[in-house]
């Protein structure tokens, strides 16, 4: 109570102690998933749905990698297979990662969800080189030791 | 304007736009019966009164002033009743009330378009203000009357108060008759415009004075006839009637119109303020004494009129809202067939089951029935529209017609009725512009009504609406139409064409029977431009036409656009959707009935005419699917001048489909130019994908 009390009647410099005292680190929830060996993560807060249970209706004169449409709950969402959009060798998946991107839905094809972790906004590193790896916006180490790409969703999406 | 004042700008603008339509079907009953009723009267003036109202309140200036003293005008007729109107005048009373309500629709237009109100309303409150004379039985411009307009709108009217004092006063005596002109605003040289006209009318008569007199050599003169009009005084009325031709056709004259002189005028005056000052608050509004209890009274009866109709029950709501919820609506439907009919509950006996899923089934129904109809409103509106058209087309044409509808209270789809507007008023100008015989004697010689009639129906049937647009005039000329089609080169001069296919030409792009242009048709973007709004709607246009007896152009639309009747068709594993009204009919052919041309394409041979083939499978690059064409199945469609057949594996079945469209990522790709235009969702929750019939043409045709 008196420090409460204490705090109500701070001073605005003594507040600024009060905030330092609890150390506060900015975090991001990330969903973790992997394509080829790789470890993409995605803001958790983009991410509406993750399906196994799905059908796939092809559709004609789209790029390869657009897999087709498939009914999600009623909504018509397309679905983008990562392998093929990175250049990569297709392989049967059925882990469907829906996100929402500037309002469009788009499931994404991935070999596995793997967990969702907490990552510290400032742990997140910028990419190295440019021609690296396409569709990255950031790189971070997770406490497994392994090092998580940030996926780029806009990129995905569009050129 | 604000952001924060959007949503009352709209409030306004949808009560405006109300009131208006509401006030022109009374105007146009009105003019029919050549008098308005007491309930029509009170209806108008709270009509005026409520715009009067909101447009001050968004300080539409402009708008408020004329509401304002037509408003005052409908007090004087709701007070002494409508025979206080001479009948001679009720065509001009009509005439301002139409000119009232359009130029009330451009201002609205106006702030729709978040342009300026127009500022020079004083033509229109000067015939208000003299009709408010001649309904007071008081023809000159009474010194009463102008403050009151002055009040309401200060700037305009202070031109209008120079205006009626000086003219009054120069009436002549002898010359009780005239003719107030006004010119073109910013014309320039008005008083030689002015003496120009005079010369023109010393042709028809020579015993006349003028206001200003000497315009010919006093250049000051030009600002007074470029404010206040030009008046031109008659001894007689026969006199005056004589010189309207020359007034007609001088130079820049934007309007005139006849004013009668008061005599004697001064009388006049005094008779304004002693006997009917009391009965008449509109001239006594300015006088202050009286103008205390009159104000007082009057917010009183505007109330009144309102409490006499029943309360209307509508809202308004957003049509997005109405989507989302034909969307989930639509949604439930498929989900209840999913549960019902899951696999899991195959070989199992579940009575309580089966009939909670009956009932259910029942009202799910019924909710997509109810959800369905919101959207629907009927054609009324737009009908209505039309009256107007012809009333205006017959006094400018100087054809008598009357307009009949039959079957207004037809429900359809908001949208479809939005975009039907304009196509059914393009057709009903051009039977009265074409149609219609040029001279009554045509028609009495041809044993018709003198009076033509142009007849505006509307019906269901099933899942369309049928809309004719009917006229008793002459008809089309068919061999006119096909020399003209010749003379385009869009008929070949050695065919023999049926009545059908020449109707037809009435429809193909820069196609006008008109050799004239006029103001209502004839420009040759006519009936291709009508086909094209009623084709968007997924409605087809059809002409008949009798000679000598009339034309009728049928539309046939869809009620809705959300929900269509598709043929479900599938090659390999995908399923497709052809809407019903493009398949002509499917056919199994045999290998030896294709024929080939040169560049590898088939064709077969249907009915004399030869149809190119497009394998659906090859044209959309799919792995699965006959190559055989005895495997498959022809479908033959048409749509537009397209007819051709598609080749697909199988047909699965006709069904009513919900249409959603694609992901906007979807169509970043351009698949609409491939004929792929949308998708529905069938009831085992599979995707099909509706095709376009005119582009699947037009892509296969640029592959080939």
């Known amino acids: ?159 | 304007m604000g952001s924060g004042n959007d949503s009352i700008l709209d409030m306004y603008l949808y009560e405006t736009n109300t009131l208006l339509e509401q006030l022109d079907g009374i105007l146009l009953a009105a003019e029919e019966a050549d008098t308005f009723s007491e309930d029509n009267v009170n209806e108008i003036f709270r009509i005026m009164h409520t715009i009067k109202g909101s447009s001050a309140m968004m300080e539409f200036n402009s708008l408020m002033t004329v509401a304002h003293r037509i408003e005052d005008m409908f007090f004087l007729v709701r007070e002494k009743g409508m025979d206080v109107v001479p009948e001679q005048t009720r065509p001009d009373l009509f005439d301002m009330l139409f000119q009232a309500v359009d130029f009330f629709r451009s201002e609205i237009e106006k702030v729709e378009n978040d342009e300026p109100l127009s500022q020079s309303i004083d033509h229109i409150v000067n015939k208000i203000n003299s009709l408010i004379d001649k309904i007071q039985g008081n023809p000159a411009a009474p010194a009463a009357d102008i403050p009151a307009a002055a009040e309401s709108a200060p700037a305009e009217s202070a031109a209008a108060e120079e205006t009626s004092l000086p003219l009054a006063d120069a009436v002549n005596q002898d010359y009780p008759y005239g003719i107030h002109v006004f010119f073109d605003e910013g014309s320039g040289m008005e008083n030689l415009r002015a003496f120009m006209l005079l010369n023109g009318i010393k042709d028809y008569c020579g015993d006349f004075i003028s206001y200003p007199d000497n315009v010919e050599t006093d250049p000051s003169t030009t600002d007074v006839i470029a404010d206040q009009g030009f008046l031109i005084w008659f001894r007689s009325p026969e006199d005056r009637e004589m010189s309207l031709p020359a007034v007609k056709n001088g130079g820049s004259v934007r309007e005139y119109q006849p004013v009668d002189a008061a005599r004697p005028a001064p009388e006049a005056h005094a008779e304004t303020h002693d006997s009917q000052a009391p009965s008449a608050p509109v001239s006594a509004e300015a006088p202050k004494a009286v103008a205390a209890p009159v104000s007082a009274a009057k917010p009183a009866p505007a109330p009144a009129p309102g409490q006499q109709h029943a309360k209307e029950s509508l809202i308004s709501v957003n049509l997005a809202k109405l989507d989302q919820l034909l969307a989930v609506v639509s949604e439930i439907v498929i989900t209840e067939s999913m549960v019902t009919s899951s696999p899991d509950l195959r070989g199992l006996r579940l009575d309580n089951f089966t009939k909670s899923a009956r009932d259910l089934r029942k009202l799910t129904d019924d909710l997509q029935d109810v959800s369905m109809s919101l959207r629907m409103v009927p054609v009324s509106g737009t009908f209505q529209k039309m009256n107007r058209i012809v009333r205006d087309m017959s006094k400018k044409l100087g054809k008598r017609a009357k307009l009949t509808l039959i079957g207004e209270d037809t429900e359809v789809d908001k949208t479809i009725v939005d975009a039907i507007g304009d196509p059914i008023m393009h057709i009903v100008r051009n039977s009265m512009d074409h149609g219609l015989e040029e001279r009554e004697s045509d028609r009495i010689a041809a044993g018709k009504d003198p009076v033509g009639e142009v007849i505006l129906s509307a019906r269901h049937t099933g899942s369309e609406v049928i809309i004719e647009i009917k006229d008793d005039g002459q008809g089309v000329d068919t061999q006119a139409v096909l020399n003209k089609a010749i003379r385009q080169g869009l008929a070949a001069p050695d065919h023999e064409y049926s009545q059908k296919e020449i109707l037809n030409f009435l429809m193909m792009p820069g196609f006008s029977t008109n050799t004239e242009v006029t103001e209502y048709s004839g420009r040759g973007v006519g009936m291709d431009v009508v086909k094209k709004n009623v084709a968007d709607v997924g409605g087809t246009v059809s002409i008949s036409s009798d000679w000598g007896k009339g034309m009728t152009t049928t539309l046939k639309i869809p009620l809705t656009m959300a929900i269509m009747d598709g043929m479900e068709v599938s090659v390999g594993d995908s399923m497709f959707t052809i809407p019903i009204n493009s398949i002509q009919s499917s056919l199994k052919v045999n290998a030896g009935d294709v024929i080939h041309d040169p560049h590898q394409g088939e064709m077969v041979k249907i009915r004399d005419n030869f149809y190119p083939i497009i394998r659906a499978k090859e044209l959309f690059c799919m792995e699965q699917g006959c190559d055989n064409i005895e495997d498959g199945i022809l479908m033959w469609v048409e749509s537009g001048e397209h007819s051709y057949c598609l080749f697909v594996d199988e047909l699965l079945g006709e069904q009513q489909i919900v249409v959603k469209p694609l992901p906007s990522y979807i169509n970043s790709f351009n698949v609409k130019n491939f004929g792929i235009t949308g998708c529905s969702i069938l009831g085992d929750g599979s995707i099909s994908i509706i095709l376009d019939v005119t582009n699947v043409y037009t892509a296969a045709h640029n592959i080939y």
Do not use: W
Request: net charge negative; proline share 5%; hydrophobic share 40%.
């Open chain 1, 1 to 159: 109570m008196a420090k409460t009390n204490e705090l109500m009647f701070a001073t605005e410099a003594q507040i600024d102690e009060y905030t330092d005292q609890l150390p506060e680190i900015a975090t991001e929830k990330y969903l973790i998933f992997s394509s080829d060996g790789l470890m993409y993560g995605i803001k958790a807060e983009l991410v509406k749905d993750i399906n196994t249970d799905y059908t796939i209706t092809y559709l004609p004169k789209v790029p390869s990698y657009v897999r087709g449409v498939i009914n999600l709950r009623g909504q018509i969402v397309p679905i983008v297979d990562i392998r093929l959009r990175l250049g990569k060798m297709p392989q049967d998946n059925f882990c469907c990662v829906v996100v929402n991107v500037d309002g469009n839905e788009v499931g994404i094809l991935v070999d596995m969800v793997e967990q969702m972790v907490d990552v510290p906004l400032e742990a997140i590193l910028p990419v190295p080189t440019s021609s690296g790896h396409a569709m990255v916006s950031g790189m971070c180490t997770l406490a497994d030791g392994h090092t998580m790409l940030e996926l780029d969703c806009e990129l995905l999406l569009h050129d």
